[in-house]
Each structure stands twice: as structure tokens, then as C-alpha cells.
């Protein structure tokens, strides 16, 4: 199983900045894919950007100019940050670490989907 511990949410103004991470962990045999995803109040879960093991990145249209998601592939650390500027209030959402990860398991290798707790992010105008 992988674990995915999120920080860094808050409360910011409209213009300002904001840093979130999240930090991978468990019987991880690599990690294919890691990045955010959101869900404002009565809308559906939508991707915000994501990052491949060879640093390819991926961002919604919304937040391209924006926000930048990097990727520390140091040994016994699997952690992305995204870096989130000029915020707007339509970021609000609450933020969903994500992560296609590889485990080590009993029978061998398995590839599964993994999802942080989320943390809020709110921009006030």
C-alpha cells in the first residue's frame, strides 16, 4: 500500500501563493505517475497537473502560467510540490494528492491508484 501525506493548504488572497507537497511512503516499488488533483463544492474532481517518473508534466488549461509541479525523485524520498502563484478565487478546492505507484506485495508487483485526505485551499478576493 502507499500512503500520501499532503501539506501546506491555507487560507490566501486573491494574487498570492501558495506551496503544497505531498510525501509517498510504503512498500513502493516505483511510483509511474504523482500529482494533484481538485474539487470545488459542487463540482466534480478535476486534475490540476501531474508528473511522470521522466518529469513529463501535465496541467489543466485553468492553471498552465500558473502553477509548477516538480518532483523529488531522491532515494527514499517520493515527494511532489506544486507551486501555486497568482491565485485566483475559482482555485478554491479542496486538493487531492494522487499517485500511480507500483507495491511490493506478497504475490509480487502490483500497480495500484492511491489518494491523499486532501487539503483545503480557499482564495479570498
Known amino acids: 500500500q502507499v500512503q500520501l501525506v499532503e501539506s501546506g493548504g491555507g487560507l490566501v488572497q486573491a494574487g498570492g501563493s501558495l506551496r503544497l507537497s505531498c510525501a509517498a511512503s510504503?512498500?513502493?516499488?516505483?511510483?509511474?505517475?504523482m500529482g494533484w488533483y481538485r474539487q470545488a463544492p459542487g463540482k466534480q474532481r478535476e486534475l490540476v497537473a501531474t508528473i511522470t517518473s521522466g518529469r513529463t508534466t501535465t496541467y489543466a488549461d485553468s492553471v498552465k502560467g500558473r502553477f509548477t509541479l516538480s518532483r523529488d525523485n531522491a532515494k527514499n524520498t517520493n515527494t511532489v510540490n506544486l507551486q501555486m502563484n497568482s491565485l485566483k478565487p475559482e482555485d478554491t478546492a479542496v486538493y487531492y494528492c494522487?499517485?500511480?505507484?507500483?507495491?511490493?506485495?506478497?504475490?509480487?508487483?502490483?500497480?495500484?491508484?492511491?489518494w491523499g485526505q486532501g487539503t483545503q485551499v480557499t482564495v479570498s478576493s
Open positions: 510504503g512498500s513502493i516499488f516505483s511510483i509511474n505517475t
Open positions: 494522487n499517485a500511480d505507484a507500483t507495491t511490493r506485495q506478497t504475490m509480487g508487483l502490483m500497480r495500484g491508484n492511491y
